[in-house]
């Protein structure tokens, strides 16, 4: 008998083929495109199919923002509806699925058609909050088990009130009680992971410096039994057997589907897993589904409406042409985005980022499209105070984006780039002026920090505007947490942006080059 496990991962809410940075873009990927290809395989496959949803599906896209934010009744059915014409056996919770609040997230279960699997995210009372641990199908007379699990460090990065009542544990050590359990419940056992790999998938050495956050090397090696590791959360593209276990992960919004195929014969009344394949099935070519684009024509006109709406003009330019000189040379785009911040909460020191290289600033006029395209997550504002010592560690921190090259030119840190895009842990600073010099090492590259025209004191109190996924010490930050924070603004900054500019219609483009960035 041959099985086959089909999965997503990290779609985001990306169900038509833009990035919608530019109107009526057709790009390689989105859920049209997965449908498609689903479909195909679901036909192509020599005996019984099994498709999961690893997570993060709830937010993420300018109209998984529209959904959950815009809309006048704010429910998830639109985009749940969406999903539902995949026809997923079972979904797994991502870090960003609690990004909108624990109501918002039991609605899309709810109008969901799939069936939620969480092991490791916990009530008070030690069972499994939202959903259930695990699911046994029963498929041609094999029983096949499929354990949900995800990150565990959702609960250093989300808003407490988020998840206020739930307790997320180690997926090791979560598996390392079910596994055992359920292959005596079940001839095969699935892991769904909404995790990574925190080695080197060739070398065993270690790639991550935020313990817990991915475990998915650990799980292989520790605990034996698991016959097919479904992974996510980096956006890799990754198709392996690591410890001789079959591993995907599907990459992001869509663009490519993991593919899992077991071979199993029945031994001594029992079914056992003789052989296996790991593949990514690529959905860049893939038609779009009919069914999904018809049903969803009226919301994607909906969200390109708002998209287009004027917001203000600019005395000047607030575009960005290079994203790496940007993150060399402060942009007006930048200083604009810090003053925002910074006229918002009441302070005079902020920090931000470019977040990616998709985001080109604001265009004349400034629209929602250029919000959302530009600050992609929902995010709101948090002050925290700290000291003097405290900033120049972050500093040094975000300094940490920058090398050397071979030539001895200012490049990017290749740990930014893999085995995860992470930009957005690069932050500008505005309010104090300051110089980094890549040549010298780690730790030692801010210079010249001053506030206020005067040098730093170790001890000095200040007040930082930032978002508040680095104010609890997103991003490896661990200078700023949670009992820093003295103040919030639980507004999405994209909305923050929308609301100044109603205010302030017409934006002089200024930029006063408050940081250096050399050798």
Same mark, same amino acid.
């Given at each position: 008998?041959?099985?086959?496990?089909?999965?997503?991962?990290?779609?985001?809410?990306?169900?038509?083929?833009?990035?919608?940075?530019?109107? $009526?873009?057709?790009?390689?990927?989105?859920?049209?495109?997965?449908?498609?290809?689903?479909?195909?395989?679901?036909?192509?496959?020599?005996?019984?199919?099994?498709?999961?949803?690893?997570?993060?599906?709830?937010?993420?896209?300018?109209?998984?923002?529209?959904?959950?934010?815009?809309?006048?009744?704010?429910?998830?059915?639109?985009?749940?509806?969406?999903? *539902?014409?995949?026809?997923?056996?079972?979904?797994?919770?991502?870090?960003? +699925?609690?990004?909108? $609040?624990?109501?918002?997230?039991?609605?899309?279960?709810?109008?969901?058609?799939?069936?939620? @699997?969480?092991?490791?995210?916990? &009530?008070?009372?030690?069972?499994?909050?939202? $959903?259930?641990?695990?699911? !046994?199908?029963?498929? &041609?007379?094999?029983?096949?088990?499929?354990?949900?699990?995800?990150? =565990?460090?959702?609960?250093?990065?989300?808003?407490?009130?988020?998840?206020?009542?739930?307790?997320?544990?180690?997926?090791?050590?979560?598996?390392?009680?079910?596994?055992?359990?359920?292959?005596?419940?079940?001839?095969?056992?699935?892991?769904?992971?909404?995790?990574?790999?925190?080695?080197?998938? *060739?070398?065993?050495?270690?790639?991550?410096?935020?313990?817990?956050? %991915?475990?998915?090397?650990?799980?292989?090696?520790?605990?034996?039994?698991?016959?097919?590791? !479904?992974?996510?959360?980096?956006?890799?593209?990754?198709?392996?057997?690591?410890?001789?276990?079959?591993?995907?992960?599907?990459?992001?919004?869509?663009?490519?589907?993991?593919? !899992?195929?077991?071979?199993?014969?029945?031994?001594?009344?029992?079914?056992?897993? /003789?052989?296996?394949?790991?593949?990514?099935?690529?959905?860049?070519?893939?038609?779009?589904?009919?069914?999904?684009? +018809?049903?969803?024509?009226?919301?994607?006109? /909906?969200?390109? #409406?708002?998209?287009?709406?004027?917001?203000?003009?600019?005395?000047?330019?607030?575009?960005?042409?290079?994203?790496?000189?940007?993150?060399?040379?402060? #942009?007006?785009?930048?200083?604009?985005?810090?003053?925002?911040?910074?006229?918002?909460?009441? @302070?005079?020191?902020?920090?931000?980022?470019?977040?990616?290289?998709?985001?080109?600033?604001?265009?004349?006029?400034?629209?929602?499209?250029?919000?959302?395209?530009?600050?992609?997550?929902?995010?709101?504002?948090?002050? @925290? =105070?700290?000291?003097?010592?405290?900033?120049? /560690?972050?500093?040094?921190?975000?300094?940490?984006?920058?090398?050397?090259?071979?030539?001895?030119?200012?490049? @990017?840190?290749?740990?930014?780039?893999?085995?995860?895009?992470?930009?957005?842990?690069?932050?500008?600073?505005?309010?104090?002026?300051?110089?980094?010099?890549?040549?010298?090492?780690?730790? *030692?590259?801010?210079? %010249?920090?001053?506030?206020?025209?005067?040098?730093?004191?170790?001890?000095?109190?200040?007040?930082?505007?930032?978002?508040?996924?680095?104010?609890?010490?997103?991003?490896?930050?661990?200078?700023?947490?949670?009992?820093?924070?003295?103040?919030? *603004?639980?507004?999405?900054?994209?909305?923050?942006?929308?609301?100044?500019?109603?205010?302030?219609?017409? !934006?002089?483009?200024?930029?006063?080059?408050?940081?250096?960035?050399?050798?």
């Amino acid at each position: 008998m041959e099985l086959t496990i089909l999965s997503t991962s990290d779609i985001h809410g990306y169900v038509f083929p833009t990035n919608y940075v530019k109107q $009526g873009s057709l790009l390689p990927f989105g859920l049209a495109r997965v449908a498609t290809i689903m479909k195909e395989e679901r036909q192509k496959a020599n005996g019984p199919v099994i498709t999961i949803d690893d997570g993060d599906f709830l937010e993420g896209s300018p109209l998984a923002y529209y959904v959950a934010q815009v809309q006048p009744v704010h429910n998830p059915q639109w985009l749940m509806d969406a999903y *539902n014409q995949i026809g997923y056996d079972c979904g797994v919770l991502g870090n960003h +699925e609690f990004n909108y $609040g624990k109501h918002y997230l039991k609605l899309a279960i709810n109008e969901s058609d799939r069936h939620f @699997v969480n092991a490791n995210v916990l &009530n008070a009372d030690g069972q499994a909050a939202l $959903g259930q641990p695990f699911r !046994i199908i029963n498929r &041609n007379g094999l029983k096949v088990a499929i354990l949900g699990l995800t990150t =565990q460090t959702v609960a250093q990065w989300e808003r407490q009130d988020n998840i206020e009542g739930l307790h997320f544990q180690s997926a090791v050590e979560t598996a390392r009680y079910f596994v055992p359990f359920l292959h005596q419940l079940a001839d095969v056992v699935v892991v769904a992971y909404h995790g990574g790999f925190e080695r080197d998938l *060739n070398t065993g050495k270690p790639t991550e410096k935020n313990p817990g956050e %991915n475990e998915a090397y650990q799980l292989l090696k520790d605990i034996k039994g698991i016959d097919a590791l !479904i992974t996510g959360h980096q956006h890799r593209h990754i198709a392996a057997k690591v410890f001789g276990t079959p591993v995907t992960q599907p990459g992001f919004r869509g663009d490519a589907i993991g593919k !899992i195929t077991l071979q199993i014969e029945k031994k001594d009344d029992r079914f056992v897993v /003789e052989d296996s394949q790991a593949e990514l099935v690529y959905t860049k070519e893939a038609p779009l589904n009919k069914a999904i684009m +018809e049903s969803t024509a009226s919301l994607d006109r /909906e969200v390109d #409406s708002w998209l287009e709406q004027p917001l203000g003009k600019i005395d000047g330019s607030l575009t960005v042409t290079d994203p790496f000189q940007a993150r060399i040379t402060e #942009s007006a785009y930048i200083e604009f985005i810090q003053r925002v911040q910074m006229a918002t909460m009441g @302070v005079d020191i902020s920090a931000t980022a470019l977040f990616n290289n998709e985001g080109a600033g604001f265009e004349n006029p400034i629209t929602m499209r250029n919000i959302m395209t530009n600050y992609v997550y929902p995010d709101g504002l948090a002050v @925290v =105070q700290v000291t003097g010592k405290e900033l120049k /560690e972050a500093l040094e921190r975000s300094a940490r984006y920058f090398v050397l090259d071979n030539d001895g030119e200012i490049a @990017v840190n290749p740990s930014f780039v893999f085995p995860k895009h992470r930009q957005y842990n690069y932050d500008m600073y505005e309010g104090v002026n300051y110089e980094i010099r890549v040549s010298e090492p780690v730790g *030692n590259r801010i210079q %010249n920090l001053t506030y206020h025209d005067q040098p730093v004191k170790d001890d000095e109190p200040l007040k930082i505007v930032l978002n508040h996924y680095r104010a609890g010490g997103g991003g490896h930050y661990d200078m700023f947490s949670e009992d820093k924070i003295i103040a919030e *603004n639980k507004t999405s900054m994209s909305q923050i942006i929308a609301d100044y500019l109603r205010e302030h219609p017409l !934006i002089k483009a200024d930029v006063n080059h408050n940081f250096k960035v050399i050798k």
